[in-house]
């Protein structure tokens, strides 16, 4: 039997979660003194309303080593093998904590843990394809093989409604941020090589800024691994998520379309409004 983790910056939906058997190990989130875990005593909502009231963004960190060892100790006394995936090691601690909790366990045999190199539903979708291997009886060394070829590539891309959370978390400039809000300016943001690196600006209203820039994925889309798509924001309208559905419900393509939104440690960093397309491409 073959147990999946996800740290929490997955963004996969308690109905998802449930779905796969997939469980959640949670990075903490700090609003001054106070200490949280992503998805479990803090919502979004509350962060931004923090967020801006202290014209700052929280710190973000990695699970803590007794947390990882808590969730995984009973797993191992069970001889369940897991395979962990979490945020891109270039973006956090998140799998070197799972590693360190793996070598406290004296279980390295039994815990794999695949460095996701993407973050949101990014990893989310490894998840799920690894849960649907381990659901059918592969075993862990084999599941790590299949996520080998998947890793390089997941396609998450997501464009940003206000330049305001990057800029205080210093992802940009402040006259860039003042610009942007000026002229209306939206980037997109793209996961490559583990990190998230600048695209195309778009500019106007963000309802045709997102379907613009769902238009343009559409050659990649179409390549795509049909089984799912993700449609994953921190909090959009939902007029504007309805159309990016639509949108993709036209192409006729995909099995799944799945909306999903974005856990806190996501939403600290991008801000409300951020809507991203995430899908396994060619």
């Given at each position: 039997?073959?147990k ?19 469980s ?8 001054d003194?106070?200490?949280?875990e992503d998805g ?11 967020a ?8 973000t ?33 998140s ?42 009886g ?5 599941i ?44 997109k943001?793209?996961?490559?090589d ?21 238009k ?36 006729h393509?995909?099995?799944?379309i ?25």
């Open positions: 039997m073959t999946i983790i996800c740290d929490s910056t997955c963004d996969l939906s308690e109905s998802l979660l449930h779905k796969y058997d997939i959640i190990l949670p990075l903490h989130i700090l609003l003194t106070e200490e949280y479990v005593n803090l919502k979004p909502e509350e962060i931004y309303k923090w801006n009231a202290h014209k700052t963004t929280p710190k960190s990695a699970p803590s080593l007794a947390q990882a060892i808590a969730l995984f100790e009973p797993y191992v006394k069970s001889k369940t093998e897991l395979v962990c995936f979490p945020i891109s090691s270039e973006m956090s601690a799998a070197d904590v799972m590693r360190q909790a793996a070598r406290e366990l004296d279980a390295q045999e039994q815990i794999t843990v695949i460095d996701s190199r993407n973050l949101s539903t990014g990893i989310g979708l490894l998840a799920v394809e690894a849960a649907i291997l381990a659901a059918k592969a075993d862990a060394k084999n790590a093989e299949k996520m080998e070829e998947l890793v390089p590539k997941v396609r998450a891309s997501f464009v940003v409604d206000t330049l305001t959370y990057l800029h205080r978390g210093g992802r940009c400039s402040g006259l860039a941020a003042f610009a942007g809000g000026a002229l209306k300016i939206h980037p943001i793209e996961v490559l583990g990190t998230m690196k600048p695209g195309n600006k778009y500019r106007g209203n963000m309802d045709r800024v997102i379907l613009h820039y769902a343009e994925l559409e050659a990649q889309l179409l390549s795509a691994k049909p089984d799912r798509v993700f449609i994953t924001h921190s909090g959009c309208d939902a007029g504007i998520v309805e159309q990016v559905y639509a949108y993709l419900d036209g192409l393509y995909f099995n799944e799945i909306e999903t939104r974005a856990g806190g440690v996501i939403s600290s960093h991008c801000g409300p409004g951020t809507l991203g397309i995430l899908f396994i491409g060619a």
